[in-house]
């Protein structure tokens, strides 16, 4: 009998698993393949602008991701690095062998109990879950089971005029549990993602291209030092071109995306090369980031190529590339059409709604991406452990993390494309930094007890560091101690709006993150003090509470779509309701009269 | 809204036609109840009206149906076009309430069930409140532009310009590494363009003015000739006239159209010194009100004037040797008051948004120009960051007006205005 079960083995799947055994729970993970932990579907980076924050997030909270992603970094690189902190990306290639040794290392270190096996139902007791059944005829119970199956869900793979059942290259689908899945009515629909191919090196022309060197200065994803870090790889800069584009228009009729084999539809934010052409054709070329893979592989991945044409269009493709006349495909590009469950059901737990002790993460709610996986992963192991445990929900909110605004975005308004993490889908982006994860998410890590003790006491000693230098930063000082003429006694965070100062106060707090995070509050305080301001002005509106079974066909006045999304959604306050995609200032203050005479 | 409202629509009886409008689940069976089969709907047809208690006859009018909920308020309607005579009006909605789940409507009650029935949106509620209370041409068609949702246009085609120009700020933060929309010159200019479109908006004459009238206060030292002034202009008594100084305590005000412009006079103390508690208070207001009003006459010695804009200089009492200096006006003679009024007209005119133009309300004024100043500074701002959060709060402004964001504060603002009960 195990606390907590967690099936899949993949980022949402190991964060789950580790968060629950740092509260104490007793975890299990299930998966195909035990050596397949952490594997990196598609693109062997982690973090970028977003899905950085989210890592540094998910890191806070002390999670596995970050420090994995530091252990395998051959290649750094801080994005937005002169725009500002607020969107600084930090972002790192990883070589994927290695990645998946350290997360294999973090699981092991964090007690969870690896299970090679299939399950093929879940058992339930009532309206509640209470383990699984085995494809070995096997029986595994548990408290609370978390579904983090990425695309194994009933998934099928296209490439040209190809079709073949799996969630991923080597792996097997999944398809007796997406069976009673589907029957207790929580696959939704489905979604198509894509991979470019797969390059070898040794035959790319890399003089042709343009290298991009690794960051020199080595900042980790993680609060924790890094103990050893690799060997830096630069990468390299292509585009396509013309005859690219050609070759891409030429097989379109052969694309599935295009023959309309594939239901689903695809991310709109790193769409396949054909969407690209189709959609942008007068565009003269489009940028490629070719990533080798690792240290020890000849393998590199073209970011920016994903496709599902057919193998013979696909080496004409590559071929026609700047650099890459000459290279060799190793393993063709493919799209991967799988079912997902409408995030909507669940509770901002990740709970699901109706059927007890169950909860979902990662790919599976309808995201796209390691780090929303890894993230949903947290969210779900710390409050599988609250079920089982019985000890404190974890509940994260839009005006504090990034984690907020995807499970806030993910159960109101649903996953009609797959889910990428934007900085631009916070209203509290100056707020929301990567660099000031651990200040934001600290103290509810420490009282959930979802750190371990090295990271708690790191954790402590940022937020020291932090208080010492806000306080610092209070502190009235003379012109004449930076350096200028004049008898002005101003505090330090005054000073700091002189664009001309900043270097000299950032040296004079001494440089370090904690520093430099309170130095960032004191630059970016008059935005911070209108976006307070501005959440203060929503409390009224959140005060105004949905009740759970509400009605919402009830509330004339609203059209039938509105209805529909507004009862799937279920949101819990008026604010939650203004937010609801496609809500009508009329539709708002409908609903609102209809709350106001429901309550008198 | 369990129950069905009746009211008269149209304006004082008596009148040639008065409109009687029911809303409700009973609409159709009162109808019934009075005049037999309803019509189908939206056909006006004649019927004779007969009061289902005794059988006697109401009268003979036009019936028309709306079906819920393409009616006004979302709910069944019948209106009954009848003979504007007080006891007619009477008698139907006398025999209307007698129908069970019928009553009286309470004042702003069909607009807001059409509110809440999201027939209607919160700015073409508050134009619809300026229009009921329109009074002079000049209102009417003031107030329709925004009733009529011409306001919530223009606010959408901001809006939509607003999260064109948010795409490309955030696509330069979200997708640095790729080359989409790196180096858009364009944006900054952009972005003033849209803030010089909504600064007109935002420095043209308010609504209040018009809605509520111009204020016109009449101000100087006690005895000079301000009360008689006022009814003069006003050719009433309104305010009380006596040689005694200190005898206007307070401010009287006095609503008057003068060519279709609305003005409030605003009769004041005398202003000087003095001991007299409740002159005091008097004298206070009076102060606030010469320095607040849209225009002021002055009545005392031109020197003495508040500095400030629209100050219109008046010699009064000539007859009797006032003050030498401005336009000349004897209220026993007559002298100077048509040339008075021929001033107030052509500065009221230029206060006032012209006959179409769109009005603001404090409320939206306020908001929209919060939005505009978000816009200036973005424009001259270089951090994209920094420019994408100034456009998502010239945003929220603009939303803060239509009511997306806010509901419960835009309500309140409301209901201040409509007088709803609960």
Redesign the interface.
Known sequence: MFDVLVIGGGHAGCEAACAAARRGARVALLTFRTDDLGQMSCNPSIG???KGHLVREVDAMGGIMARAADRAAIHRRM??AS??S??R?PRVQADRALYRRAVAELVREAGVRLIEGEAIALRMHGSAVNGVELADGSTLDARAVVLATGTFLDATMFRGEERWSGGRQGGEASNALAGQIRELGLAQAKLKTGTPPRLDGKTIDWVRTQAQPSDRDAWTMALAANPKPQPQLSCAITRTNERSHDVIRAGLGRSPLFAGAIEGRGPRYCPSIEDKVHRFGDRDGH?I?LEPEGLDSRLVYPNGISTSLPTDVQLGLVRSISGLERCEIVQPGYAVEYEYADPRRLEPTLQHREIGCLLFAGQLNGTTGYEEAAAQGLVAGLNAAAISLGVAEARFDRGTSYIGVMVDDLTLQGASEPYRM???RS?Y??YLRADNAVSRLGPMAIDLGALDDDQAGRVRDHLDAKTKATAALDERIAGAELGLDGPSRKPLSDWARRDDLIERIRLRLGNGPAANEALDDAIYAP?LT?LAS?LA??T??RK?AIPPQFDFTQV???SSEMQERLNAASPAD?DQA?RVAGV???????L???LV?QA? | MNDTIVALSSGRPPAAIAVVRTSGPDAFAAAEALVGPVPAARKAVLRRLTDPRDGALIDEALVVRFDAPNSATGEDIVEYQCHGGRATIDALINALISQAGVRQAEAGEFTRRALANGRIDLTEAEGLADLLAAETELQRRSAMARAGGELRRRLDGWRDRLLELSARAEVAIDYADEEEGSGDAQLRPDIRLLGGDMSQLVDSPRIEPLRDGIRVAVAGPPNAGKSSLVNMLAQSEKAIVTHIPGTTRDLIEVPIAIDGIPFVLVDTAGLRESDDVVETIGIERARGEAERAELLLWLGEARQAPDRPGVIQISAKTDLGGSAEGLPVSVVTGQGGAQLKRELVERGRQLLPTADELALDRRQHDLLAEGQSALSRAADLDDPVLIAEELRVARLAIDRISGRAGVEDLLDALFARFCLGK
Not at chain 1, 584 to 590: G, R
């Open positions: 970028g602008v977003g994005l937005n725009k500002g607020a969107v990306g940028q980031f934007l900085t631009a209203e982006r100056l935005y209108r501005e002005a929503r009224r509106d105004l004339p006045g609203l008026l203004g009508t200032p009329a539709a708002l203050s409908a609102h009269f209809a005479r008198a």
